[in-house]
Structure formats: C-alpha cells, structure tokens
C-alpha cells in the first residue's frame, strides 16, 4: 500500500484514495465531427508505461479533491503531485 | 517421574523444577518449561514424527526453527486444534495435544508408506501425465484427499484477533546480535524504533552458541542491552512477532502472538494475535540465516539434521538428538557443533568433511581433542528405517566430482549433524521488490539493491561471523536514523567486539556424484516436505522445465507450509548443474507475501460474524417489530415480506402485491439514492450526463432519466426532479448511491471546472416512503398537507414541497409499480412516525405494508429495468428500447457519440424483450438460457416471475435482435427440459399507462 501526500491533507495511506487512471485525456471537442477510430482510441487507448507515469487520484475519504500526480509503475515512487487543471511538469514526460 | 532419556547433564535454558505434560499421537510424555514441542520430543527419544507428503516416508526431527519441513503437526484439540504447526516453533505447556500430520493411524505406523514402495514409478509430474484422460479434474478430489496435509478445523475459532496500526522511523526485523545492535544504535540518535523478533526470546543465536561479546558471555550482553532497549522510551521490543509480508512504500504487517500458546477460547486471556501493520520511516532487516541440508543418498532418514540445529538442541535445550554423532560438512561451522557435543559428554564417532585437508582453527581444535576426520570424504548410503543406523563414506577424487572406487566403509552412528552453508533469509527483502544476487564465496543469493529505503544487516547479507554482525549492526543502525532526519550524535559508543571472526572455508557440495557409476543408490532429497529428489530436477530439466518458475510449479519443490526454506538453494544449483548453468544464472522466483502461514482469524482481526459485513439501516424500525422478513439487498437490510399467521411466503407476497393493485400498499424505498444538485449552471450540468433533455424540465416536474458512460453503456437509471430553477434532486439505484455521486463529482472537478454547481448526496439524511395503489390519494389526502393532489393539479411526473407538523416532506407523483404513487421524502428521523402514520391513516382503504418480493413482481409486470439486473456493462439505452429520447436530443450528453459506433447499432445485439411461457404456471430461474428453434443460445432471462394480475409466468429477457422477433416463439431451456414461450413486448401489464394517470 503506497502512500501518497494529499495536497490539502497531506501524507496519508492508499486506502483513502481513489484511482482515477490516466491523467491528461481529452475529450475530443466535437464528439460528432471525429471518426469512430479517434473516439475508439479516446475511450481505451492508454499509455500503460513502464515507468513514470501521470495519473489522477482523489482523497476520496478525505477532502474528496482530485489532483494529479506523477507515479513511477515499477518503483512507486511519486515524483510530482499537482493541480488536475495543470499541464505535467517537465519531469513526467520521460515515457512520451 | 521423569524419563528424558536424551536429556544432557547441561543446564541449558529449561527449568528442571517445572515439569509438563503432553500428549503426542496419543502417547503420554514429559518435558520441561522451556522446551519446545520438537525438544521435547528429541528428549523422550521419539524419532519418528511425521510422515513425507507423496511417499509418506517416516521422518524425525530436522531442524530447530521456522525452517522445520519435517515435524509439521496438529496441536490443541476441538475448535481451538491448530494444523501445520511446527513442532520447533510450538513452546510446550501443560497438557499441550498434538498429533502428527499426513498419516494414518500414527506417524510411527502408516498405512500410506506402502508409496514409498512405489517411489520409483511417482516421479516429478506423475499425477498430472497419468491421470490426463478425460480430465485431471475427475481423479484431483481423491489424490489430494490422499495427499493431505492435516484436517481442516470446521469449527469456529474460538479466540479472537485484534489488528493495530503504527508508525515509527526505524523498524527492525530480528532480534539477534546484529538487530539489536542495529537497533540500539538507531535509538541512541533518537529514532523512534521498533525491533521485532518471530521468537518469545530475543537473542537469535545468542541463545544457543556458545560466544563472547566485549569480553563477557554472550547470553550476558544479550540480556544487558535489552535491559538497556526496555529501557529507553523510543523504543518497542515485540517479541514473539513475525514479519509476513513487506509492502510498498515501507508497509510491513506481521503478526504478533499475545496468548499463551494454544488456550484457545479460554475467557479473559484476552486476543491470541494482532495484526500489526506498520509504516516505517526507515527498515533494518536483520533476519538471518538457515543452514541447509547436504544432498546425498537417503539423507531424509528420521537421525539425520542440520548441525546447527544439534547445536542449539544440546546447548539450549540440554537434549542430543543421539548417543554417537557423526557430521557431514562443507564448511567450518560443523566443527562448532562437534565441539559442543563433546564438551557435553556426546560421543563424536567422525567429521566427514568433503574438502580436501585444509588448515583453519576449527580443524586443528578438533584434531587437538582427538576426533576422527574424513577429510576428503562424502557420503554415499545410510541405513536405518526409522532411525538412522549407519552411514557410508568414500574418498572423493582430487577434484571433488567423483568418488575413489572400492575406498568405502561403514561408519556405525545415530545421528548425522550435516552443514551445506547458509541461506539468508532474504524473503522480505524479495517482497519489498529488492534485488537478489548470488554471492558466490558465501554460495547463496543475498541482497543486492532495492528502492525502498530498506537495509540489511548481519547473516542476511552473507556476514556469517558474529563480529560482522555486531559491526554492521552498529553502523547501518545510526546510518538509518539519520537517514530517517536525525542529527548525528556528538557521542557515539562503540560497536561491541567479539572475538568469533573466523572464516568458514565453505566448499559448495550441491549433490553427491554417482558411486562407482552406479546410479542405483537411493534418492537423494532436496525438499524433504515434497519428496523432491535430485531425480526429480533432473527429469525436470530433461523435460524442459528448466526455468525457475517451472521447476517449482512441475514439481512442487518451494512450494506451500515451508516455502522452501531449507531446499530453494540446493534446488536451484541442482538445475543448474543439469543445465551446465551457474545457480546465479538459474536465479530465484519472486517471495511473496506471507513469509510464514497466517492464520485467517487474524486477517480479520474483528471483522467477523456480525461484523464481517455492516448492513446498511432502513430509517423505520417498524418492519422488524412486524414480521418483516429481513434481507440483504445491495448491502441494506431490507423487508422480504411481512409474514402472517397462517399463510405461506408465497401467499404473504402475493397478499401485498395485490393491495398494490387493488387497494394500497406502503413501501420503504429509502435506501433509493438521492443526489442534491444545486447551482447556476445545474441544469446545464444535468444535460450533460443524462440522455434525457433537462432543461426543457420545468420547476415542480419531475422526469425519468438514464446516465451512460462515455462507451455509451447505461450506468445508472432513475427520476429527477427540478425543485428550483437552479435546484434539482436526482435518484439513482441503492447501488449507485456513492458511486454517482462520486461520478458526478469527478465530472465537476476534473473536465467541467467551469461549471457552477454543488453536489450532496442525501440518501441517508431523507426517507422515502412510498405510497401506491388506486386508493393511495385516498389515503394521502387524510395527512392533510395543504397540496391539491387530483390529477388535475398534481399530474403524473410532478413533485410539491411541504410540510407535515413542521417538518418539510416533499411529495413526488411517479411510479415504480404501474399504479398511481406517492414517494413522501421525510428527514430519515421521521420516517418510522410518519411510516405509522400512513397505516393509521390509511386503515379503512386497506392499506398494506409492501416487501422486496412483491414489488419485484409489480415492476416485473411493468417492465420496468433494474439497472444491473436487466444490464450489462455493455447494454444501452438503444438495447432496452430507448431509442427515441435519444434522437431527439441535440446536445451533445456523455455516452451518446458512443451510440452511433457500428458496434452498438449491430442488429443482432442483445435487446430487451418479454417472455410468456406456455405453462402459466412455470416457475423460470433467473440466468434460464433462451433458445431458438436450432437450439442455439440467444439470450437470457433476466427477471422472472408468476404474475398474479394476469395469472401468468413472465420473464424479462436480453435476447439477440430480440424486438425484430416479438410474436415469434423461442425456448426455456430449464434443467434438461425445454419450454416454448413466446416473445412480446417487456410491458406486460398496462401497456399504455393507462393507471399512471388516474
């Protein structure tokens, strides 16, 4: 069980989280407009890195707030925590 | 009186003045306070106490830790009997039961031996090549009953489990000289520290070998500095505590034993164990080795153990598994054996060393007291059925790989003491993800490296002598501290000094080479609890499961009670010599959690029986003073029905159904989720998750929506009701209660942030009680609530808010059941008066409480979906005949460019139909499989049930391109019998909704 640093309630376990998957997909604007191909890969393709990773979490038992964060897959290791309206910081772009 | 026949003149650490009873296999013994079940054995010179897990070969004895693959038995009796103990690890008390394990009727006498006649024609993977045909599954039931290990205790545990959190900034595992060095050391920069050990009594080795620390007995340091642990405030000593399993982010949980031994169930002796799971800052392992056998022919006979656990029986226990020992070595640390035996009067008959004459300060010490060295040697046969007799040794040739033809001879003995090297118990540093490499001067797999902030300390990292230990200990102890954000200190002590340094010359022997080319000799066993030979790897690599994770899984070696603790390594080198591979190379599989066997109680801890699982609590109590027949239903506790006197369930359920028809009937929906969504840009909102159009919804209405993920998938179902221009409540499932809330707010927070709206679930703060039945206005108006409710004024699909005596109740005209209904939302604490109140009220129209079961049926009537039930995660609203609010919606809603992928418009998807057997009176399980005319699957029944109204069985049913074939007639396949039914429309009752607008 990892243990992650809430930005409004800090350190606490994995189990008062909720995992919310990958970070950073967008909708496409104009769902009509856009073929079946690019809303088929909206809906399921992810990245499934080996490595860093960006991902959405929310303190679910907590401030139930949503952020962001950086995860390494293999070590767990959280490199990066930020706003979920923010772009990655630089560092979480090593698996692009 | 006392008859410890093996008892030696020693002290040891037993009490003499304290004597205890206990029973094994059902023979009367006694040992001492102090003794293990397994020394207490030794003691009464039972040999035999267990049998092998495929041959049921007898086997004594072979270790003296949590290694012991052997003496795995039952102990304690009724509900409180405990199976595969160790009987190293079990601390005798009076009047201790246990039996032995996989045998029958007693490990001395076993029936099942008569395997071990067969050995040779069950090699690796006999079961799973002889019994193929048809299907392993049909013999699986007969050969594991066969193979068991231990009966299962049905009955409830008595004890009870208790669970604690904690937290500390250096945990260490293993109480012996390196851990509590290291943990003096971490406490002494001011760490907060936890030192665990598995054992009730720190010290590690310290207990048994015979060694000096700082110029003073070992036993004495030892006893000092955990008078100097106990004394300082940062730090907690948990004996008797076992590390299990090592987590992410430095989570470790390990199970602690408070009772005393097995009284089980016995009043106030408070929990048996606790679960501790514990968050460190920063983690010492320190957690040892365990020697590991030589591999030779026949070396599992009941006589034969390791030496260092010969040492510490003699030394600890002042027990000698034997009367004439004689050793097997590879290395120097057997000498340390040989030389405590003779200092307590055991006859040493030879060191049977298969290194060639080397010298070293063991050797010349054992030379200097005149005993017998085979130098050179190894053995090649022993005797003895269930004990040993004699062994055989021959000369090795120069280079160790073969034996000297016609040199061999007889050596008549008890007890063979073997040493093939130390394996470090590495199990938690695999867990924690760390890095393993093979140390090939040590010839074992020690740490390397790993991301967690983790160490290790002593006989785990390949550093064997106890100065090493003491040395590391001391250094990484402090290191760890500061590491964790403490200051070095000014002042340090200094590391205590021993004078052990000596070396151990290890030789790797990993089996015993072929005899005169003479491959017939006996088996020589690498895992003793899985009758693992050399043979069995071999045909394994012959086979081609050379691989690590095959070699464990086709023969089962590492596997279940001992995890192979004591056969892991050997087994890995023995692949690898039958692959021309190093050991290194071979590598090891994965440790998982649990490092020992946890019981299950103690992973529940508290969580059991009513406890297990929390229902959730309807507001009104009345049910259950009323014969309401209480079940779980999405995790509430809901009425079934109300029973009465004299009537059947089915007449119970069938009664309230109809007053639903007929008169009225009260129902408690209050675990229906509810959902406050208020602000500026609600409605907007609201459009956006639901197919339906919201903001043509005008304030004091109420419609029927569906909510879909972006797949276009329904995941929730139910009505909203728009109370203010900016203030709607929306219902959903019990199911989806949370879980929409969450959704919705996920919505809000991650992709709509411009939007300006609140969430607030309120199920638990409003009741719902629902009113329904031609008579239910009737019975409404008698509240008298100021709210005119005729038709006129309050039409189907409206919602008022009002009050009742002062408390605001808020009235929604919608219907679940087909009829005319009322739902009275109520502040949950009013729910049971007000509940009372309606049946008062509506005594003379009837009025009747309504269960679970015939709401069932009026909705099945309706055909009205259960969201989950009629669904999949894969239906949409086009597939339950919602077509056309969809089209008619321009805006773009979650879901809906999902609704036009070629996938969801195939023709041939499962849609919602009704299903109308011939036999009125058939009775269809939910799941029934639906068949066309060839017989082939087309769908499924997913609701059912024998209408009373129209005295008819009917199913709600997902059939494929199910509209396109209503009028047709498919089958019910029930059992081996099939019922034709005929396809309709899901709507069987009412179809126009005539009586929703009564």
Redesign the interface.
């Known amino acids: 069980?990892?243990?992650i640093d809430c930005p409004l309630c800090g350190l606490r376990?994995e189990s008062e989280f909720?995992w919310?998957g990958e970070a950073h997909i967008c909708?496409?604007e104009?769902?009509?407009t856009?073929g079946?191909e690019e809303?088929?890969s909206?809906?399921f393709m992810r990245q499934n890195p080996r490595g860093n990773h960006r991902e959405?979490w929310?303190h679910?038992y907590g401030c139930?707030?949503?952020f962001n964060l950086i995860r390494d897959t293999?070590?767990?290791?959280i490199t990066s925590i930020y706003p979920?309206?923010q772009l990655a910081p630089e560092s979480g772009d090593d698996n692009e | 009186m006392i008859t410890n026949k093996a008892r030696l003149d020693c002290p040891g650490a037993i009490d003499r003045n304290r004597t205890l009873r206990f029973t094994f296999d059902g023979k009367k013994y006694c040992g001492y306070q102090g003794d293990t079940l397994a020394s207490a054995l030794i003691a009464n010179d039972v040999n035999v106490v267990a049998r092998s897990f495929k041959l049921h070969r007898p086997r004594g004895v072979l270790s003296a830790g949590v290694e012991e693959c052997n003496a795995i038995v039952q102990v304690g009796e009724g509900a409180g009997r405990e199976v595969s103990a160790r009987a190293t690890q079990v601390l005798l008390y009076d009047g201790l039961v246990a039996e032995s394990q996989n045998c029958w009727p007693s490990a001395q006498f076993d029936i099942s031996a008569i395997y071990s006649l067969f050995s040779r024609f069950l090699p690796a993977g006999f079961y799973l090549k002889t019994f193929m045909w048809p299907h392993w599954h049909w013999y699986e039931g007969f050969i594991r009953r066969a193979a068991g290990l231990g009966r299962v205790n049905d009955e409830a545990d008595p004890d009870y489990y208790t669970k604690r959190f904690c937290n500390c900034d250096v945990l260490v595992v293993g109480g012996g000289p390196a851990g509590i060095t290291a943990a003096l050391s971490a406490a002494h920069v001011g760490a907060s520290v936890m030192l665990l050990d598995d054992q009730a009594q720190l010290g590690g080795t310290l207990l048994w070998e015979n060694e000096s620390i700082d110029g003073r007995d070992a036993k004495e340091w030892l006893s000092l500095s955990l008078t100097h642990l106990d004394s300082l405030e940062n730090v907690q000593v948990l004996p008797h505590t076992v590390a299990v399993g090592y987590y992410d982010h430095n989570f470790v949980t390990a199970v602690q034993t408070l009772g005393v031994h097995h009284c089980a169930g016995v009043p106030g002796n408070g929990p048996r164990q606790r679960l501790l799971k514990i968050r460190a800052a920063q983690v010492v392992l320190a957690t040892g080795a365990i020697e590991r056998p030589m591999v030779f022919p026949d070396n599992d006979r009941p006589g034969i153990l390791l030496a260092s656990a010969v040492r510490h029986y003699a030394n600890r226990y002042a027990v000698s598994p034997g009367k004439s020992v004689a050793l097997f070595t590879n290395n120097d640390f057997a000498y340390r054996t040989a030389l405590d035996l003779l200092a307590h009067g055991v006859a040493v008959c030879a060191i049977i060393d298969i290194r060639p004459v080397h010298k070293s300060v063991m050797i010349s010490r054992a030379r200097e007291l005149g005993i017998r060295l085979l130098s050179g040697y190894g053995v090649i046969a022993t005797t003895g059925r269930k004990r040993l007799k004699r062994v055989q040794v021959a000369p090795l040739n120069d280079t160790g790989t073969a034996f000297v033809p016609g040199a061999h001879h007889w050596i008549d003995c008890d007890t063979l003491a073997m040493s093939g090297g130390w394996n470090p118990v590495v199990h938690l540093y695999s867990q924690a993800g760390g890095k393993l490499k093979f140390d090939t001067e040590f010839a074992s797999f020690v740490p390397d490296q790993c991301e967690q902030r983790l160490t290790s300390v002593g006989a785990v990292n390949g550093s064997y002598t106890l100065n090493q230990c003491l040395t590391e200990g001391h250094k990484k102890g402090s290191a760890v501290a500061i590491a964790a954000g403490f200051l070095s200190p000014a002042v340090s002590p200094d590391a205590p000094l021993s004078q052990d340094d000596s070396d151990s010359h290890l030789q790797p022997y990993w089996q015993t080479p072929a005899i005169d080319g003479n491959s017939s000799a006996g088996s020589q066993w690498v895992d003793f609890l899985h009758d693992v030979t050399v043979a069995d790897i071999n045909l394994s690599a012959k086979e081609g499961f050379r691989s690590v994770e095959h070699l464990k899984r086709y023969t089962a070696t590492g596997m279940a009670v001992d995890q192979g603790k004591t056969s892991n390594i050997n087994a890995l080198a023995v692949m690898g010599q039958a692959t021309q591979r190093e050991v290194g190379q071979v590598g090891t599989t994965r440790f998982r959690p649990p490092y020992l066997p946890v019981t299950i109680g103690t992973l529940a801890g508290s969580r059991v029986g009513e406890l297990s699982n929390r229902y959730r609590r309807l507001p009104v109590v009345w049910h259950w003073h009323n014969n309401g027949i209480a079940e779980d239903h999405s995790g509430w506790l809901r009425p079934a029905y109300y029973a009465r006197e004299g009537e059947t369930e089915e007449q119970s359920i069938t009664r309230e159904a109809m007053a639903a028809r007929q008169s009225a009937a009260l129902f408690d929906s209050s675990s229906l989720g509810k959902i406050e969504v208020q602000g500026t840009d609600a409605a907007e909102f609201l459009n956006r998750v639901y197919i339906n159009n919201v903001k043509t919804l005008q304030v004091g209405k109420v419609r029927y929506g569906m909510m879909l993920n972006d797949n276009g998938s329904i995941i929730d179902d139910g009505v909203f009701a728009r109370l203010g221009h900016d203030h709607f409540l929306v219902t959903t499932s019990s199911e989806g209660a949370l879980t929409i809330a969450a959704w919705m707010e996920q919505r809000l927070q991650c992709d709509w942030r411009d939007l300006e709206v609140f969430i607030t679930p309120v199920t638990a703060q409003w009741a719902t009680l629902t009113l329904s039945g031609p008579r239910s206005r009737s019975v409404l108006e008698k509240l008298g609530l100021g709210v005119d409710l005729s038709t006129d004024h309050f039409p189907h699909m409206s919602v008022a808010s009002t009050e009742l005596e002062g408390i605001s109740l808020r009235v929604f005209r919608v219907s679940f059941t087909g009829e005319t209904s009322y739902e009275l939302n109520i502040p949950a604490d009013y729910a049971d008066s007000l509940w009372q109140l309606l049946l008062k009220k509506g005594k003379s129209e009837g009025i009747t409480p309504l269960g679970m079961e015939a709401l069932n049926i009026l909705r099945i009537e309706k055909g009205f979906l259960e969201v989950g039930v009629e669904t999949s995660v894969e239906t949409t609203p086009l597939d339950v005949g919602w077509s056309v609010p969809v089209s008619l919606k321009s805006a773009d809603f979650i879901g809906r460019r999902s609704l036009v992928r070629s996938h969801n418009q195939r023709a041939d998807r499962l849609q919602l139909v009704g299903l109308r057997p011939q036999d009125r009176a058939l009775q269809v399980p939910e799941g029934t499989l639906v068949l066309n005319e060839q017989r082939e699957r087309v769908g499924h029944v997913t609701s059912s049930c024998n209408s009373f109204s129209l005295n008819a069985s009917i199913c709600m049913a997902m059939v494929q391109a199910g509209e396109s074939l209503i009028g047709s007639t498919l089958v019910l396949a029930i059992g081996s019998v099939d019922h034709p039914a005929e396809v309709s429309s899901s709507v069987f009752y009412d179809p126009k909704g005539d009586l929703l607008n009564v």
């Open positions: 069980m990892i243990q376990d909720t919310g909708r496409p104009n769902p009509d856009v079946d809303w088929g909206y809906l959405r929310c679910s139930n707030q949503w293999v070590s767990h290791k979920i309206d």
